[in-house]
């Protein structure tokens, strides 16, 4: 358990969130171990994502261990399963599209990450907390340059941002299911959305 000083109604909000986080840290870890073993890639291809798998499987354990500290969320069955059928989707057997939709994904938490630890908002004074967002955004960072690079080349400029787009804007639909959790951890929605709406510049 991460020992923290937030009040109730920002922890509440935290939890809230973390479902939507933590719900894509554990669809990463499969993603990243189904890609190392498809036969496309090279070996030192596979070797990074299995690398990085075993990085988002330690986000995963960070934040279940975040979850312990803060108070129960309440139940979202309509989240939940939108939130399942959107990881499922992402999934695709074209490569270059998949890895097209985990950079989109990934840079997304990123985005999400830096609205958590930026100092308009109420949690970077708590240091165990920062630092765990610190670690994972990180290594995301990483993660999103491997599959942007891969996807980049894989798919080619054009349906590579167009996975793009595609996967940013149902993301940001299940977001704004989340819209007073945000507001209650000091994040503005719509300062996130004009983020997630940006597409990364490709050679």
Known sequence: MIGHALPDTV???LAELLLVIGCGEESAVFAFQRLAGRGEL???AQGQLLRIAREEEHHEQLLRGLRASLPTPRPDPLLKGRLRRFFLT???REIGVHFARLAALDSAVCSILGELRS??????LESGIARIFQNIHEDEANHVRTALSLGHELAGRQRFLEEWVWTRQRLGALLDMKAEAFEGVGIDPRRLHQRLRKVPRLA
């Open 42 to 44: 090279q070996h030192h």
């Open 90 to 92: 992402l999934e695709s």
């Open 11 to 13: 922890a509440e909000s």
């Open 119 to 124: 100092p308009k908002g109420k949690i970077h």
